[in-house]
């Protein structure tokens, strides 16, 4: 099965600070990592390849220093990789960033499988997996809590609904994400370090790939724009109240629409 | 020698009670059936034995009016902070009052132009580390039991993992205040760096197991925090082939923080227990080392040594544990090693401490032990500084063929460990079930010293009496 990893490089801690000023984030010393979420992506790819055969390969989009956490990715067992790195993406909002990788992996042609984290530690939004989908016009499932069968052109997956376990059949190629858990991620393997030192990583800019129009891209491509981002004033005012539940929900509900939040 | 502990301790009655109440009201007095069974024994230490009376202090005053009152009338009195030791030392083997103190558990000072954090005695560990991160400081003691209180850490000396390169408890110490059997209030050493007045008193309390006196307050030393540590998990083939590689790090002169060794069946018994994978358990033993430092690179700089010696002596790989996430998920089925194996069965614990060169020599020693006697041994721990937890298990085994074969197993255990020039205790102390290896290990000078040094501050031997060398 030819399957490829989606990973993107975070801020090793989740603790960034903002500058209250410029609304800018202060990255400086702070270390990167792989987004924890694409562990178990990678993980699954790879016990999905032990078991039935197949290649993996990621990719990831970012700027060139991202290339770390493809090294990362042969560290632990990916066989190939490749970054989407220009300027020209620079600023994008999710479905630009859905949209550059969905062209990314057009150009690498033949793949079965592509698999996701849920979500990332520093955009948390859990749209950019399933936006890709639907870009490559495949079939996706979210939330995937266990890989139950592997068969010739299908999978049959277990996901996490609200209230529910969903079990599904997916035909291929099809996109899943991933949740926590789904396996313990392997640690990265200081031979392979040493094993895959000279690996190349393919780089695509722009130009590789079939849509060249910059309007689709980077700031341009992207619906969203952000206003100002700031921390979160800090509320320390609390009121406790105690009584019957019928009458304390009373109370909570006048209270919330006094406060404007309903 | 034990002779002094056949004198006889008043019982508490009605006036005794009275006092205690007057003193710190009702609800902080227990006694009879109002005292919660967990104070009648500590984790693993096999003794239980209930306390007449179960005091909670909130000062040093209260714990000198106390032990004033106590010294007066010969009442026995047992410190006693989480009860999470392993070996009785927080158990009132003769009664009497205990005194939890718990409740002090406020973090008084942190003193950032002389790195030292004031704490009462009640102070979680867990709670220390937490807070001096605030501040880009660091206390290096790493204790396995992170909901011990550090007055229970500072009487048994723990030690913990990071051992190798930063020390044990006592080496963080820097001043106490001690509540003397005799009511007396005690300021020993202090911010003080250097310390050359007198006897160092601080050093015998450290490690005294509430024998010479109640630890009411600690001055303790902080370091600047580490800014990035790295963990290595390194597979083995067999034990003997990832012990044997220890030495080898340990002269290449990298200083890890931590090396410990376990093996297969223990990592599978704390998945169980804690229901989690561990990142992998294909190989029957491993190495688990850790590197700290001010940056990735440096960090990266000091394992590589490390990592080629390993797989030059025979490492299957070596894993690179370098986030929190990673890091949790191998930590935190190494700390919870203990609590799983005891989860399958009885079992009693050796805590021997060898010169770090002889520590595959003892493993391999208790492995045909085990084979020789028909019972399942199982040990992990710091094989960075020669410290060895050694787990004999009961299984299925009859209670009196347990016992006996336990204590042939212990017998044999620390015979051994004496031939290596080894101690009976790294970091778990004395208390009151491993005395008998004391004696023999030291003999009639070593321990009539001892014992001369608990009667010069306990005459009366009221306090915690029993324990460690008598």
Same mark, same amino acid.
């Given at each position: 099965?030819?399957?490829?990893?989606?990973?993107?490089?975070?801020?090793? %801690?989740?603790?960034?600070?903002?500058?209250?000023?410029?609304?800018?984030?202060?990255?400086?010393?702070?270390?990167?990592?792989?987004?924890?979420?694409?562990?178990?992506?990678?993980? +699954?790819?790879?016990?999905?390849?032990?078991?039935?055969?197949?290649?993996?390969?990621?990719?990831?989009?970012?700027?060139?220093?991202?290339?770390?956490?493809?090294? $990362?990715?042969?560290?632990?067992?990916?066989?190939?990789?490749?970054?989407?790195?220009?300027?020209?993406?620079?600023?994008?909002?999710?479905?630009? %960033?859905?949209? %550059?990788?969905?062209?990314?992996?057009?150009?690498?042609?033949?793949?079965?499988?592509?698999?996701?984290?849920?979500? +990332?530690?520093?955009?948390?939004?859990?749209?950019?997996?399933?936006?890709?989908?639907?870009?490559?016009?495949?079939?996706?499932?979210?939330?995937?809590?266990?890989?139950?069968?592997?068969?010739?052109?299908?999978?049959?997956?277990?996901?996490?609904? *609200?209230?529910?376990?969903?079990?599904?059949?997916?035909?291929?190629?099809?996109?899943? +994400?991933? $949740?926590?858990?789904?396996?313990?991620?392997?640690?990265?393997?200081?031979?392979?370090?040493?094993?895959?030192?000279?690996?190349?990583?393919?780089?695509?800019?722009?130009?590789?790939?079939?849509?060249?129009? $910059?309007?689709?891209?980077?700031?341009?491509?992207?619906?969203?724009?952000?206003?100002?981002?700031? *921390? *979160?004033?800090?509320?320390?005012?609390?009121?406790?109240? +105690?009584?019957?539940?019928?009458?304390?929900?009373?109370?909570?509900?006048?209270?919330?629409?006094?406060?404007?939040?309903? | 020698?034990?002779?002094?502990?056949?004198?006889?301790?008043?019982?508490?009655?009605?006036?005794?009670?009275?006092?205690?109440?007057?003193?710190?009201?009702?609800?902080?007095?227990?006694?009879?059936?109002?005292?919660?069974?967990?104070?009648?024994?500590?984790?693993?230490?096999?003794?239980?034995?209930?306390?007449?009376?179960?005091?909670?202090?909130?000062?040093?005053?209260?714990?000198?009016?106390?032990?004033?009152?106590?010294?007066?009338?010969?009442?026995?009195?047992?410190?006693?902070?989480?009860?999470?030791?392993?070996?009785?030392?927080?158990?009132?083997?003769?009664?009497?009052?205990?005194?939890?103190?718990?409740?002090?558990?406020?973090?008084?000072?942190? &003193?950032?132009?002389?790195?030292?954090?004031?704490?009462?005695?009640?102070?979680?560990?867990?709670?220390?580390?937490?807070?001096?991160?605030?501040?880009?400081?660091?206390?290096?003691?790493?204790?396995?039991?992170?909901?011990?209180?550090?007055?229970?850490?500072?009487?048994?000396?723990?030690?913990?993992?990071?051992?190798?390169?930063?020390?044990?408890?006592?080496?963080?110490?820097?001043?106490?205040?001690?509540?003397?059997?005799?009511?007396?209030?005690?300021?020993?050493?202090?911010?003080?760096?250097?310390?050359?007045?007198?006897?160092?008193?601080?050093?015998?309390?450290?490690?005294?197991?509430?024998?010479?006196?109640?630890?009411?307050?600690?001055?303790?030393?902080?370091?600047?925090?580490?800014?990035?540590?790295?963990?290595?998990?390194?597979?083995?083939?067999?034990?003997?082939?990832?012990?044997?590689?220890?030495?080898?790090?340990?002269?290449?002169?990298?200083?890890?923080?931590?090396?410990?060794?376990?093996?297969?069946?223990?990592?599978?018994?704390?998945?169980?227990?804690?229901?989690?994978?561990?990142? &992998?358990?294909?190989?029957?033993?491993?190495?688990?080392?850790?590197?700290?430092?001010?940056?990735?690179?440096?960090?990266?700089?000091?394992?590589?040594?490390?990592?080629?010696?390993?797989?030059?002596?025979?490492?299957?790989?070596?894993?690179?544990?370098?986030?929190?996430?990673?890091?949790?998920?191998?930590?935190?089925?190494?700390?919870?090693?203990?609590?799983?194996?005891?989860?399958?069965?009885?079992?009693?614990?050796?805590?021997?401490?060898?010169?770090?060169?002889?520590?595959?020599?003892?493993?391999?020693?208790?492995?045909?032990?085990?084979?020789?006697?028909?019972?399942?041994?199982?040990?992990?721990?710091?094989?960075?500084?020669?410290?060895?937890?050694?787990?004999?298990?009961?299984?299925?085994?009859?209670?009196?063929?347990?016992?006996?074969?336990?204590?042939?197993?212990?017998?044999?255990?620390?015979?051994?460990?004496?031939?290596?020039?080894?101690?009976?205790?790294?970091?778990?102390?004395?208390?009151?079930?491993?005395?008998?290896?004391?004696?023999?290990?030291?003999?009639? &000078?070593?321990?009539?010293?001892?014992?001369?040094?608990?009667?010069?501050?306990?005459?009366?031997?009221?306090?915690?009496?029993?324990?460690?060398?008598?």
């Amino acid at each position: 099965m030819e399957i490829l990893v989606c990973v993107k490089q975070v801020p090793e %801690t989740s603790k960034v600070e903002v500058d209250p000023v410029t609304g800018v984030l202060k990255r400086d010393g702070v270390d990167s990592k792989m987004n924890p979420y694409d562990l178990y992506a990678l993980e +699954t790819a790879l016990r999905i390849k032990e078991e039935v055969g197949g290649t993996v390969k990621v990719i990831s989009m970012g700027p060139p220093q991202a290339a770390e956490v493809i090294k $990362e990715a042969y560290m632990m067992g990916a066989d190939a990789g490749v970054l989407l790195s220009d300027r020209k993406f620079a600023g994008s909002d999710v479905l630009a %960033t859905a949209y %550059t990788l969905s062209q990314g992996v057009r150009k690498m042609g033949n793949i079965d499988l592509i698999l996701c984290g849920k979500q +990332t530690t520093d955009g948390d939004t859990a749209q950019v997996g399933p936006e890709m989908a639907e870009y490559l016009a495949m079939p996706h499932i979210a939330n995937v809590i266990k890989i139950e069968k592997i068969k010739d052109a299908s999978l049959i997956v277990e996901m996490d609904m *609200p209230h529910m376990v969903e079990v599904a059949e997916i035909q291929c190629p099809c996109l899943l +994400t991933v $949740e926590k858990d789904i396996y313990q991620p392997r640690l990265p393997s200081y031979k392979k370090k040493l094993s895959t030192k000279d690996w190349d990583i393919s780089m695509f800019s722009l130009h590789d790939f079939a849509d060249q129009n $910059e309007k689709n891209y980077g700031l341009n491509g992207s619906p969203t724009q952000v206003e100002r981002i700031f *921390p *979160p004033a800090v509320n320390i005012d609390k009121e406790i109240w +105690t009584g019957a539940g019928v009458e304390l929900a009373d109370k909570l509900t006048s209270k919330l629409k006094e406060l404007k939040f309903v | 020698m034990g002779d002094i502990c056949k004198q006889e301790y008043k019982k508490l009655d009605q006036k005794d009670i009275a006092f205690l109440l007057d003193l710190l009201g009702k609800d902080r007095v227990y006694t009879g059936t109002e005292i919660n069974e967990d104070y009648s024994h500590d984790e693993l230490g096999g003794i239980s034995k209930m306390p007449e009376a179960v005091v909670e202090v909130s000062s040093t005053k209260e714990v000198a009016k106390i032990m004033e009152y106590a010294y007066e009338h010969s009442i026995p009195v047992v410190p006693r902070g989480s009860g999470t030791g392993l070996v009785g030392a927080s158990v009132a083997i003769y009664g009497g009052i205990m005194i939890d103190l718990t409740n002090m558990n406020k973090i008084l000072e942190v &003193d950032e132009e002389n790195l030292t954090l004031t704490v009462e005695p009640g102070v979680l560990l867990m709670e220390i580390g937490k807070f001096v991160e605030q501040y880009d400081l660091f206390y290096p003691p790493d204790p396995g039991e992170k909901s011990a209180t550090i007055g229970g850490n500072i009487n048994t000396n723990a030690g913990g993992m990071r051992a190798v390169k930063y020390g044990v408890t006592r080496d963080y110490v820097r001043g106490l205040t001690v509540v003397l059997p005799t009511g007396k209030i005690l300021e020993i050493g202090g911010k003080v760096v250097k310390n050359s007045s007198g006897y160092s008193i601080k050093d015998l309390i450290c490690g005294s197991e509430g024998t010479l006196g109640i630890v009411t307050q600690a001055v303790l030393k902080l370091l600047p925090l580490p800014k990035k540590a790295i963990s290595l998990l390194v597979p083995f083939s067999t034990l003997e082939r990832a012990i044997n590689t220890v030495p080898k790090i340990i002269k290449s002169k990298s200083i890890p923080t931590a090396i410990e060794f376990m093996q297969r069946e223990v990592i599978i018994a704390a998945e169980e227990y804690l229901g989690k994978k561990f990142p &992998d358990n294909s190989a029957d033993a491993y190495l688990l080392l850790t590197f700290d430092g001010n940056s990735k690179q440096d960090v990266e700089k000091e394992y590589d040594k490390v990592a080629s010696i390993c797989l030059a002596e025979g490492a299957l790989d070596v894993y690179i544990s370098d986030t929190d996430e990673r890091k949790e998920a191998v930590w935190s089925a190494r700390g919870a090693f203990l609590e799983a194996v005891k989860a399958t069965t009885e079992m009693d614990e050796c805590d021997v401490v060898v010169p770090r060169n002889k520590v595959a020599e003892f493993v391999n020693y208790t492995t045909e032990l085990q084979q020789q006697l028909g019972m399942r041994v199982r040990s992990f721990g710091h094989a960075g500084d020669g410290n060895l937890h050694v787990y004999v298990l009961r299984d299925d085994l009859p209670q009196e063929e347990w016992q006996k074969k336990l204590k042939a197993v212990f017998a044999c255990m620390y015979k051994k460990s004496v031939e290596l020039d080894g101690l009976v205790s790294g970091e778990h102390g004395i208390g009151y079930v491993k005395k008998t290896y004391l004696f023999e290990q030291y003999g009639n &000078d070593y321990m009539d010293l001892m014992l001369n040094i608990k009667l010069a501050f306990d005459p009366k031997n009221i306090l915690n009496p029993g324990k460690v060398c008598q």
